[in-house]
Protein backbone atom coordinates (compact mmCIF):
# COMPACT_ATOMS: atom_id res chain seq x y z
CA UNK A 1 0.00 0.00 0.00
CA UNK A 2 1.31 3.49 -0.97
CA UNK A 3 1.69 6.28 1.62
CA UNK A 4 0.34 9.85 0.85
CA UNK A 5 4.04 11.05 1.12
CA UNK A 6 4.95 8.69 -1.97
CA UNK A 7 5.03 10.69 -5.15
CA UNK A 8 2.66 9.23 -8.22
CA UNK A 9 4.59 7.82 -10.88
CA UNK A 10 4.42 9.94 -13.84
CA UNK A 11 1.66 9.19 -16.10
CA UNK A 12 2.94 7.82 -19.97
CA UNK A 13 1.67 9.56 -22.77
CA UNK A 14 1.00 6.71 -25.55
CA UNK A 15 -0.10 8.31 -28.92
CA UNK A 16 -2.32 7.36 -32.07
CA UNK A 17 -3.48 8.31 -34.76
CA UNK A 18 -7.43 7.55 -35.73
CA UNK A 19 -8.91 8.12 -39.62
CA UNK A 20 -12.00 10.37 -39.38
CA UNK A 21 -13.22 10.27 -42.96
CA UNK A 22 -11.04 12.40 -44.79
CA UNK A 23 -9.22 13.40 -41.80
CA UNK A 24 -6.36 12.30 -39.34
CA UNK A 25 -6.52 12.84 -36.05
CA UNK A 26 -3.50 11.87 -33.04
CA UNK A 27 -4.54 10.97 -30.09
CA UNK A 28 -3.07 10.00 -26.55
CA UNK A 29 -4.17 7.83 -23.18
CA UNK A 30 -4.23 10.88 -21.55
CA UNK A 31 -6.76 12.70 -23.04
CA UNK A 32 -5.23 15.07 -25.47
CA UNK A 33 -6.38 15.12 -28.97
CA UNK A 34 -4.60 16.88 -31.77
CA UNK A 35 -6.29 18.84 -34.76
CA UNK A 36 -7.43 17.20 -37.32
CA UNK A 37 -5.33 16.84 -40.51
CA UNK A 38 -5.59 15.79 -44.23
CA UNK A 39 -1.89 13.74 -43.82
CA UNK A 40 -1.30 11.48 -41.96
CA UNK A 41 2.10 12.47 -41.29
CA UNK A 42 0.86 15.70 -39.72
CA UNK A 43 -1.09 14.03 -37.22
CA UNK A 44 1.91 11.95 -36.60
CA UNK A 45 4.21 14.94 -36.06
CA UNK A 46 1.50 16.42 -33.57
CA UNK A 47 1.57 13.00 -31.50
CA UNK A 48 5.39 13.12 -31.77
CA UNK A 49 5.18 16.70 -29.99
CA UNK A 50 3.13 16.03 -27.54
CA UNK A 51 5.17 12.96 -26.48
CA UNK A 52 7.95 14.92 -26.47
CA UNK A 53 6.06 17.77 -24.14
CA UNK A 54 5.09 15.25 -21.49
CA UNK A 55 2.49 17.60 -21.34
Known amino acids: MAHQDEPAPP ?3 R ?3 VDQGRFCVARCTCGWR ?3 RRA ?3 ARTDAAGHEASGV
Do not use: D, E, V
Open 34 to 36: GPA
Open 40 to 42: RSL
Open 15 to 17: TTT
Open 11 to 13: QQH
